[in-house]
């Protein structure tokens, strides 16, 4: 596609659902990002994948949080028995390459929990 | 300590001012610089991107790095209301982890 593209723009689901969000990247990037971004805060990084590892998951807060990547294209953000302080937007950028790439965003998926 | 350290602001500049931004970090390892604008509501936007120590001009943008003093600057040249927004650096090491300072937030005023 021509931008990274994330899934559903906003979600609202009650505490201690389950929730998964998608990101689908830029075509032949290899490298995915996923951050959550809180009002006022920059980007706090979750975990990233080059290709369909996990490069780095030293973000991800506990273990209620996992990632997949399992074609080395679409990735979901899977949380579950969610909590109010899971509320935020969360983000997703892939670049061409880990090593130097440039990365680029989408528009984000604003998940909030009642 | 965090990684990188950017002032969050709010900075006010009159229409036409000169606008300037900066992070510092401590991390050596980062080889990748970049800078990105956030409109409220929305998804960051790659503004710059740069690897050596040095200026790069892109019209208003000019990014400047200088990787002993482990400082990176953004300035932005006669400013326009549209320029309000956040702006966020980010850096990378050759392992791949993107890390993003606070971002600043940047008002332009008439």
């Not at chain 1, 009650?14 to 689908?24: A, H, I, N, P």
């Not at chain 1, 706090?44 to 399992?70: C, H, K, M």
């Amino acid at each position: 596609g021509a931008g990274v593209s994330q899934t559903p723009s906003n979600k609202v689901t009650e505490k201690g659902k389950y929730v998964e969000l998608r990101c689908d990247p830029i075509s032949g990037h290899t490298a995915l990002y996923w951050y959550r971004q809180s009002l006022g805060q920059g980007p706090e990084f979750l975990i990233y994948f080059q290709g369909t590892g996990a490069a780095d998951d030293s973000g991800l807060p506990n273990d209620r949080f996992f990632a997949v990547r399992p074609e080395g294209s679409v990735s979901t953000l899977k949380i579950q028995r969610t909590e109010r302080g899971d509320s935020a937007v969360y983000l997703c950028a892939s670049s061409f390459s880990v090593q130097g790439g440039e990365a680029f965003f989408g528009q984000g998926t604003r998940l909030t929990v009642v | 300590q965090k990684e990188v350290e950017q002032d969050p602001g709010p900075l006010s500049v009159p229409e036409g001012a000169i606008v300037s931004l900066n992070c510092t970090y401590s991390n050596s390892a980062f080889q990748y610089f970049m800078w990105y604008r956030q409109y409220s509501r929305k998804g960051p936007e790659l503004l710059m991107y740069t690897y050596s120590s040095g200026n790069k001009e892109d019209g208003r943008f000019t990014a400047q790095v200088d990787k002993s003093s482990k400082y990176i600057s953004l300035f932005i040249r006669d400013s326009q209301p549209s320029d309000s927004a956040t702006y966020l650096c980010a850096m990378i090491s050759m392992k791949g982890k993107l890390q993003f300072g606070a971002g600043t937030q940047v008002v332009v005023t008439p």
